[in-house]
């Protein structure tokens, strides 16, 4: 078959790409972003073409699939539709995949990309399997049985997904543009439990998880007593964290892992129990996890003389408090600076005052302008970067991405860009200026 992506370097859109060429189709895409991505690096190495422009044509037998990004009166999306191309959404071309395999669905508002690449680094390297990691990472072999797919709640998409297995790393409101209210999320969350066939790996200690309705079997984790996968003896350094596992009072191991904060363990806990629960060998997994390292843009160094360059994905409160606390749980003795990138309007408004106490966990902040390719500036006159600046001590605005002068005076720190959008071109900057 024949595809083509619309908004094919969006990190779903590209893992889609790469998975659906794999399966034997020939796929190209469209995007509006001329700029180099680190999505199009497999893309690349697979020789998918990218077009930017409407001088090209498609075979009629050609499936269009798009970006929910891309609003549906964009140009390109629009030019299919009057030539008569049969257009699927994003979601059920996924949710076809996912019926193929003994699937793992990885779902949550926070830590679904990490929690997704620590299970396939150890089924990749025991068992076998596929995956579809939305950080612009897929592969797929027919032979493997097993498929591990990071399941995004946005759009409600995950619902439409039939998984084998199922994860839930948290809950907590996020994307409210596509649901009406907390119970809203609750219940989708519910419904994607009761889609799974199997059995379902759960963070008991996220009060919103707790509130699930499922006639699926739950395993519950975390750090609180009252789950059946408890975590104990836990030790922060700034090496990774230590901890043991244990299902009720038995000790399922003892676990090093390369990675910071407490919202990282939970990942790992989840990975290692879903693992265990296929029939990995404990001490496969322990040794595993020695050698694992994270996905694209989750908490990426670079040392560029005496500062420390993170990039992360971070782009809600909840993520953002973790990534600073990671920094600071790595690097105890050292300023912490946040330069966020925030994206959406809505999401500013939404979550404005949570915002702005997780930056404040930073001892500098710059927050550059919103971007946003969904949503029209005009429809939130009032919502700008100044709703957080105004409110938290040693902030500024960066007010121009290719001006980032103020950021010189951070030489020699531990400088965190997040954002959920390319923050590429500031790091480039940031780094020429030091």
Do not use: W
């Not at 699927?88 to 990309?113: C, L, N, P, R, W």
């Not at 709703?387 to 040693?394: F, G, Q, R, S």
């Amino acid at each position: 078959m024949k595809y083509y992506c619309i908004g094919i370097k969006g990190t779903g859109m590209s893992t889609l790409a790469q998975i659906l060429f794999d399966l034997g189709n020939e796929v190209s895409g469209y995007d509006d972003a001329v700029d180099y991505k680190f999505t199009q690096k497999g893309l690349e190495e697979r020789n998918i073409p990218i077009y930017y422009d409407d001088n090209h044509e498609l075979d009629k037998d050609t499936i269009v699939t798009y970006s929910v990004a891309f609003s549906l009166n964009h140009p390109e999306l629009r030019r299919m539709r009057e030539k008569g191309y049969m257009i699927k959404k994003y979601s059920q071309i996924v949710g076809d995949v996912v019926k193929m395999f003994e699937t793992i669905s990885v779902a949550g508002t926070h830590g679904k990309t990490t929690t997704s690449s620590l299970i396939r680094h150890i089924l990749h390297n025991t068992l076998g399997c596929s995956y579809f990691v939305g950080a612009g990472d897929g592969f797929v072999d027919l032979k493997r049985p097993y498929f591990v797919i990071e399941s995004d709640e946005y759009n409600k998409h995950f619902l439409d997904y039939y998984p084998k297995y199922s994860i839930i790393t948290n809950m907590e409101k996020e994307h409210m543009e596509c649901y009406e209210d907390l119970d809203d999320i609750i219940h989708s969350f519910s419904q994607f439990a009761n889609q799974t066939d199997k059995f379902v790996v759960a963070c008991g200690d996220n009060e919103n998880v707790r509130k699930l309705t499922t006639n699926t079997k739950v395993y519950y984790y975390g750090f609180q007593e009252d789950n059946d996968v408890i975590i104990r003896n836990i030790e922060l350094t700034d090496m990774g964290s230590i901890f043991d596992i244990y299902i009720g009072e038995e000790k399922l191991g003892h676990f090093d892992v390369p990675l910071y904060g407490n919202h990282m363990i939970l990942n790992a806990t989840a990975a290692i129990f879903m693992c265990y629960k296929l029939g990995v060998e404990i001490e496969k997994i322990r040794h595993l996890l020695a050698s694992f390292q994270n996905a694209p843009r989750r908490f990426v160094e670079e040392v560029v003389g005496d500062t420390i360059i993170v990039d992360d994905y971070a782009h809600h409160p909840t993520e953002i408090r973790a990534t600073l606390e990671a920094a600071r749980q790595k690097y105890p003795n050292r300023k912490i600076v946040a330069v966020f990138r925030p994206n959406t309007y809505s999401r500013l408004k939404d979550f404005a005052n949570d915002f702005i106490e997780s930056l404040k966990v930073a001892d500098k902040v710059y927050v550059t302008e919103v971007v946003s390719n969904r949503e029209r500036q005009e429809d939130y006159s009032n919502i700008t970067s100044k709703v957080l600046t105004d409110k938290i001590d040693n902030s500024q605005i960066i007010e121009n991405d290719e001006d980032i002068s103020k950021l010189k005076s951070e030489k020699g720190n531990v400088v965190c860009f997040m954002g959920c959008i390319s923050v590429n071109h500031l790091i480039d900057n940031f780094k020429n200026s030091i």
